[in-house]
């Protein structure tokens, strides 16, 4: 998931080891949604495809468990993924504020991605991920309703790492997910990008 990093000085490159899982559900019953947490919480679907959103999201959760992979994409890669048909971001915002989101990969033979999802650092740890996630599942299933020409979903699949924040996975099996496939990459070390290089002292 992550771009290679700049080898330093001494020109050696430190790598990771990185456990990839992937987990589905295969019916929408499989889905088992979060409570509701209290306080000013709302979903709202981003309709317009602005990458400058979409970028702003990515780092911003991502930034201090280096989601990289995304970081050299251009303004037009990023408004091409936005515009698929069927494609679609779900915010979270508290008080206002954007929390996290969920990102949806609609794909071949009614299969849909969960493609992001994640909390913005200072939101986490206030039961906002489940019940996002929960919505963000829900939306990934009935997706067809709001695009006539997608077929229904029949599966929805996401994957996790070990880089991962410690409560995703855990997370995602509450929800009703199955893991289906594990495997093991190496990578290239890299300093957490944050929203911005040294956010989080990396």
């Known amino acids: ?6 080898p330093p000085a001494s020109g050696t490159v430190t790598t990771i ?28 679907r981003s309709e317009v495809p602005l990458p400058e959103f979409n970028r702003f999201l990515y780092t911003a959760v991502g930034g201090d468990i280096r989601w990289t ?31 996290g989101y969920v990102q949806l990969d609609p794909q071949d033979d009614g299969a849909v991605e969960i493609l992001y999802f994640g909390l913005i650092p200072a ?19 009935d997706l067809a309703e709001r695009w006539p020409d997608r077929p229904a979903t029949e599966r929805v699949w996401l994957h996790t790492c070990s880089k991962d924040g410690p409560y995703a996975m855990d997370n995602y099996l509450r929800r009703g997910f199955r893991l289906f496939d594990t495997k093991t990459e190496v990578e290239p070390e890299v300093a957490t990008p944050g929203p911005w290089p040294g956010a989080y002292g990396a």
């Open 1 to 6: 998931m992550s771009n290679p990093a700049q």
């Open 17 to 44: 080891e990185v456990t990839v899982w992937s987990l589905e559900q295969t019916s929408p019953d499989d889905l088992r949604p979060a409570a509701v947490p209290e306080g000013d919480l709302r979903i709202v």
């Open 69 to 99: 992979d995304r970081l050299g994409m251009t303004y037009g890669q990023w408004r091409e993924e936005l515009e698929r048909p069927g494609a679609e971001t779900w915010v979270a915002y508290a008080n206002g504020t954007p929390a």
């Open 123 to 141: 939101f986490r740890g206030r039961r906002i991920g489940g019940h996002l996630l929960s919505y963000g599942v829900a939306r990934a299933w």
